[in-house]
């Protein structure tokens, strides 16, 4: 059922079904896979967000198979169900999506470790005309605890400053996970990864698709279940840098085969009067050879490279 959240001042929060005329301008989405521990409080944060903020809007819980309850606590509180049997982050937030009627999503765990009193700062850059709108928890404080250090002090940073170098994306915070987008901007973006790494898709996909993008500050806080995390730190951090690398062919193939064949040149050519002698070492003709081989390489690499990028533009990864 979808349901908006409206209030007048001081109001408690009163649930009324939508009609079918009236649209809506916020979905606030939450993939969940038992959050029963947790799941209410962001719920209730987010109805009193849109609340105070005046934001006719819906909570959609995209539900992955849970069995803690977690259903039971969402349909109570008024929130829009949908049930997703494919497994994954990726796969429960395009279930969301796909029911979502809001013009505007913002996305965020159901873990109570973002504030989703933060909506109306989302809400505001997307009125403005933002395409996506990024979360920084850097901007906005971490607390303690909420993030491992590994994670806080390289594996974020590093792949943050791999999403610069390699897409221009000027984003401080790539793997942030409250976030907000035009409905429109998120289906030319076709999204297909369905795992952690959806995420970061979405923002090389903005990139590549040159939409506008906006940050804000936001927080992070210990999340507050008493199980461990979804998150994978070495498998999730490889397929990020894995779809980085796929989505950049210049990086993976392109600068390596340009500086292979560079290589291989300089080298023959160094040698093509004759043998050369550098210390007690003599580099001849077999050293020729390997100074062939980089060149093939290279060239390979480099063809790679053009028929990696006219498959990403007749795939519609990219547009150019």
């Known amino acids: 059922m979808a349901v908006a959240i409206r209030a007048d001042q001081n109001d408690p929060p009163v649930v009324m079904p939508i009609k079918q005329s009236e649209t809506l301008e916020l979905s606030v989405v939450m993939p969940c896979l038992n959050e029963a521990e947790t799941l209410e409080t962001c719920i209730r944060k987010a109805q009193r967000a849109l609340r105070e903020a005046n934001i006719a809007g819906e909570i959609v819980v995209a539900d992955n198979g849970s069995d803690d309850g977690s259903i039971e606590i ?35 765990d159901a873990d109570d470790s973002y504030d989703f009193g933060h909506i109306p700062r989302f809400v505001e850059q997307l009125r403005k005309g933002a395409d996506l709108v990024m979360g920084n928890r850097f901007r906005g404080g971490i607390q303690k605890d909420a993030m491992p250090p590994l994670h806080r002090y390289f594996g974020n940073p590093a792949l943050t400053t791999l999403g610069r170098l390699f897409f221009r994306s000027g984003v401080g915070d ?3 996970g409250l976030r907000g987008f035009r409905k429109d901007a998120y289906q030319r973006m ?11 898709e ?8 040159e939409l506008r993008i906006a940050e804000v500050p936001t927080t992070l806080s210990p999340d507050g279940r008493n199980r461990p995390p979804h998150l994978r730190t070495w498998r999730d951090g490889w397929r990020t840098l894995r779809f980085f690398l ?17 290589v291989g ?8 009067p004759g043998p050369r002698a550098v210390g007690n070492v003599t580099f001849d003709v077999h050293t020729m050879v390997y100074a062939a081989a980089f060149v093939l390489l290279g060239f390979q690499s480099i063809a790679f490279a053009v028929f990696t990028k006219f498959f990403a533009i007749s795939d519609r990864i990219t547009s150019s």
């Open 265 to 272: 040149l300089l080298l023959g050519l160094w040698l093509l």
């Open 174 to 176: 790539i793997y942030c």
């Open 246 to 262: 796929l989505y950049s062919p210049r990086w993976l193939f392109l600068y390596p085969g340009m500086a292979l064949m560079m």
């Open 202 to 209: 979405m923002v090389v996909k903005a990139m590549l698709l």
């Open 74 to 108: 969402a349909e109570r509180l008024g929130a829009k169900i949908v049930n997703v049997r494919a497994k994954g982050y990726g796969n429960a937030l395009m279930g969301g999506i796909a029911v979502a009627s809001g013009n505007y999503i913002v996305m965020g």
């Open 190 to 200: 076709a999204l297909r990864t369905t795992g952690m790494e959806f995420a970061t």
